[in-house]
T-cell receptor
Framework: NAGVTQTPKFRILKIGQSMTLQCTQD?????MYWYRQDPGMGLKLIYY???????DKGEVPNGYNVSRSTTEDFPLRLELAAPSQTSVYFC?????????????FGPGTRLLVL | GDSVTQMEGPVTLSEEAFLTINCTYT??????LFWYVQYPGEGLQLLLK?????DKGSNKGFEATYRKETTSFHLEKGSVQVSDSAVYFC?????????FGKGTMLLVSP
C-alpha cells in the first residue's frame, strides 16, 4: 500500500513552459486535492475532486488545470509557467464525505520557475 | 468561510520543556478539528484529531481538546524531544475540504 505518490520530486521550468504534476493514490479514495505551499505560508487549495469526472476550484486555481478520469489519478497541469508558481505542491486524498475523514498527503513536488 | 489562526513561530524550546501551540478557528456547524505535522522535506501527516466538542485527541504524547465555547484546539505536550522539531498545522474540516492555519515551526534544542 503506497498511499499517495507524486512525481516528479523536483523540477525546474522556464517561464512559459508547461508541465503536468502526477498524483496517484491506491486507497480507493473518492476525494483528491491539490495544494501549494509557499515559504512561511500555510497550504492553499488549488483544485479538488470528489470523484472521477468531477472537479472544483479551490482558493487559488488561476494558472492551473486538473482532470479526474480515474479514481486513482489526479494530475495537475501548468500551461504557461510563471515565477509566481514556484512552490511546493502537495496532493492529498481522503475516503469520502463527512466530518471525520483524515486526509493523506503525498511527499510533494518542488517546482522552481525561472 | 472557515478560517484558522495559529500562533506565529518559530517556537524555540529546550528538550523536556512543556509545549503549547495555540489554535483558534471560525466555522459553521460542528466541524472536526485536526493537527497535522510536517517534518523537513516531507508531506503532512495526521498527528491527532477531534470530532466533537470536549473530545480530546492524543498521539505520541501530544494532546488537544476541542473547545467549542472558545473555538480553540490548542496543541500541548508535556515534554518535547529534539525529534519533535517540525512544522505543526491546525486545520478545520469544512466537509469537502480542510482549511489550514499557516503553520507553527517548533525547534527543540538538546
Amino acid at each position: 500500500n503506497a498511499g499517495v505518490t507524486q512525481t516528479p520530486k523536483f523540477r525546474i521550468l522556464k517561464i512559459g513552459q508547461s508541465m503536468t504534476l502526477q498524483c496517484t493514490q491506491d486507497m480507493n479514495h473518492n476525494y483528491m486535492y491539490w495544494y501549494r505551499q509557499d515559504p512561511g505560508m500555510g497550504l492553499k487549495l488549488i483544485y479538488y475532486s470528489v470523484g472521477a469526472g468531477i472537479t472544483d476550484k479551490g482558493e487559488v486555481p488561476n494558472g492551473y488545470n486538473v482532470s479526474r478520469s480515474t479514481t486513482e489519478d489526479f494530475p495537475l497541469r501548468l500551461e504557461l509557467a510563471a515565477p509566481s508558481q514556484t512552490s511546493v505542491y502537495f496532493c492529498a486524498s481522503r475516503r469520502g464525505e463527512g466530518y471525520q475523514e483524515t486526509q493523506y498527503f503525498g511527499p510533494g513536488t518542488r517546482l522552481l520557475v525561472l | 468561510g472557515d478560517s484558522v489562526t495559529q500562533m506565529e513561530g518559530p517556537v524555540t524550546l529546550s528538550e523536556e520543556a512543556f509545549l503549547t501551540i495555540n489554535c483558534t478557528y471560525t466555522a459553521t456547524g460542528y466541524p472536526s478539528l485536526f493537527w497535522y505535522v510536517q517534518y523537513p522535506g516531507e508531506g503532512l501527516q495526521l498527528l491527532l484529531k477531534a470530532t466533537k466538542a470536549d473530545d480530546k485527541g492524543s498521539n505520541k504524547g501530544f494532546e488537544a481538546t476541542y473547545r467549542k465555547e472558545t473555538t480553540s484546539f490548542h496543541l500541548e505536550k508535556g515534554s518535547v524531544q529534539v525529534s519533535d522539531s517540525a512544522v505543526y498545522f491546525c486545520a478545520v474540516d469544512g466537509y469537502s475540504t480542510l482549511t489550514f492555519g499557516k503553520g507553527t515551526m517548533l525547534l527543540v534544542s538538546p
